[in-house]
DNA sequence: GCCGTTTTCGGCCCGACTGTTTTCAGTCG
């Protein structure tokens, strides 16, 4: 089980808990755990009762509940809170706008329990008549009805890998000499999947019999479908091979079919890697992630390796330090990107408007700013640039005075707050920001969180003109949760030749290494090195954001 | 339920915004 999983089984603990009315501070304290466990980076599954009460807002109780979670998959004190609530009221929690209050009154009060019943309600125009409730909320929860639905049996990229990883290394194990790979979608990057498709060259039987002694719960394939369940919620799709077809099955179940078709037209499977079975149709290799860009096996090898790979890139920009709401401190987030083989940082806390991540003040900054250039000669040559993750307010100034402003290195301008706007307010948001002649660059553009908020609609065509106009660059933010700007504004970055940033957003030390999701998301774009902001070394980068 | 001392128990992060109210509760980051 993941860190993030287990920090969401206390979120979930503390917001059912908050329906049945418990204390606040015992609730507070679940909270208190879900913020601080999901930012960690060492796996919970390593830590011991001792270590994990050394974690501030960890004691006796939580770490036990943590334990129980690594070892069994489950805590009986949320098992006991999810036995008393309707699964749909549960699922009510998910709305965006209704936190626990709300959905408390509409259950206990108006006996909704599930979203749809809401929903139907709202149809009817119901929900205003109720006391707290009004017709924006109504609309507002008829949008996000719609969204959560949407967004029903579909996951995302990286947590399926982590399982799907998992399942390929306890049947690496449990039989010798097999190979299990991952295919399909999931191969090929795509951000959102709805299945879990693996090529092994296990035989049915084999599979069947390891998937027998496995602690959770398994679907098992039925004989004429290869389909299953993994731990109950993800559909898995085993495809069978055998040593002599894999390369070819691997091709052909990666995918997409009108790419693999175009590449299998051949009767002879036999071929020891995927370059091989390329060359043979005199193609270079075109890896997963490139094959759903149109017409890319017509691309020449010469085009193929003018695209941002992961060993154009310098330096990391945006990351966050103990200075604000990362985990670690200056120094180890630097040195972890000086050990990934990096030649900069750009350190860009968050802004004084962010109280909630303790948003630097001018007394802090100054602080860091001497930090900097104390670790600066320590690190030589590594460097740390001085940036800020600059809040974006409401009407689209930045979140300091222009004196302030211009101490920063580089600053990227986010919208943090007040996502209720429509394209038009959204996009004149933007584009004050891109004019104002501090930015840099426009971080996670559209604010969405995949699966779980929609992002606020933009005008891209005028987000970017603006862009090209001002020389500020967009943020590929490569937190998986986020890949925001999404791959397909990319083209248009492209043609009008604006400057793509990829940024992990990185809150603790491992999470440097997301820009690799961020990198597979500009592939897919199919993002040329020469527009990508990280392939600067630290001197143009400097020079670039000055230019302004 | 956790923390930080006062080592036994009181206090627990915040600021802005929204939509509903008619002064504030709920939600969010």
Redesign the pocket.
């Known amino acids: 089980m993941s860190n993030k999983e287990i920090a969401n089984a206390f979120d979930l603990l503390a917001k059912i808990m ?1 329906l049945h009315n418990e ?4 609730i ?6 879900y ?1 601080t466990l999901r930012k960690l980076d060492t796996p919970l599954a390593d830590f011991g009762m001792e270590q994990l ?1 050394e ?10 509940k943590i334990q129980s979670l690594v070892k069994t998959g489950s805590m009986p ?1 949320l098992e006991k809170y999810l036995a008393k609530t309707p699964p749909g009221v549960v699922e009510m929690l998910k ?11 509409l259950w206990h009060e108006h006996g909704f329990a599930s979203p749809g019943e809401l929903l139907y309600a709202c149809n009817e125009n119901r929900l ?1 008549e ?9 609309s ?1 929860i008829i949008k996000a009805i719609g969204f959560l639905q949407s967004s029903e049996g579909k996951y995302l990229h990286h947590l399926v890998t982590y399982h799907a990883n998992e399942i390929i290394n306890m049947l690496g194990l449990a039989v010798p000499g097999s190979v299990t790979i991952l295919t399909g979608s999931l191969r090929r990057g795509v951000p959102i999947v709805e299945t879990m498709e693996l090529l092994t060259t296990c035989s049915r039987v084999q599979l069947e019999k390891f998937m027998k002694n496995q602690p959770f719960e398994w679907d098992l394939p039925s004989k004429n479908n290869d389909k299953g369940m993994w731990q109950e919620f993800l559909p898995i799709h085993f495809y069978f091979t055998t040593g002599h077809d894999l390369i070819h099955d691997l091709v052909s179940t990666t995918g997409p079919r009108s790419f693999a078709q175009h590449v299998l037209d051949s009767p002879d499977k036999s071929f020891n890697t995927e370059t091989e079975l390329f060359k043979s149709k005199h193609l270079p290799y075109i890896s997963p992630e490139l094959r759903d860009i149109q017409h890319i096996e017509k691309w020449s090898q010469k085009e193929l390796d003018l695209l941002i790979n992961h060993q154009h890139i310098k330096g990391i920009i945006h990351c966050h330090s103990t200075y604000s709401d990362g985990i670690h401190s200056l120094e180890a987030m630097a040195t972890e990107a000086q050990v990934c083989g990096y030649e900069y940082l750009v350190i860009t806390d968050h802004s004084q ?6 948003g630097l003040k001018l007394e802090q900054l100054e602080a860091q700013w001497l930090e900097i250039d104390y670790l600066n000669q320590k690190l030589h040559p590594f460097k740390i640039l001085k940036g800020i993750e600059c809040d974006i ?2 009407h689209g100034d930045l979140d300091y005075n222009e004196e302030i402003l211009s101490r920063f290195e580089l600053i990227i301008g986010s919208i ?6 429509d394209e038009t307010k959204a996009t004149h948001r933007l584009i004050r920001a891109i004019e104002n002649p501090f930015t840099n660059i426009i971080g996670h553009p559209s ?1 969405r ?1 995949l699966l779980s ?1 929609e992002g606020y609609p933009l005008d891209y065509a005028r987000i970017l003109d603006a862009c090209k106009a001002n020389q500020v660059a967009i943020e590929l933010n490569a937190n998986p949760q986020r890949l925001d700007i999404d791959a397909s504004h990319i083209t248009k970055c492209v043609e009008l030749g604006v400057y793509v940033a990829i940024n992990p957003d990185a809150h603790n030390k491992t999470s440097i290494k997301d820009i690799n999701y961020g990198l597979i998301s500009a592939r897919r774009g199919a993002l040329p090195a020469s527009l990508c902001l990280n392939t600067m070394t630290a001197n143009e980068l400097i020079s670039f954001c000055k230019k302004r």
Do not use: D
């Open positions: 908050e204390n606040p501070f015992k507070r304290s679940y909270q208190n755990a913020l009460m974690i501030k807002g960890i004691g006796e109780a939580i770490a036990e004190t709305i965006n706008g209704l936190g626990p209050k709300k959905v408390a009154t205003i109720l006391k707290g409730f009004g017709e924006k909320t109504q507002a408007a962010a109280a909630y991540a303790n307010l409401a943090h707050s007040v996502f209720n706007m604010g969180l908020r």
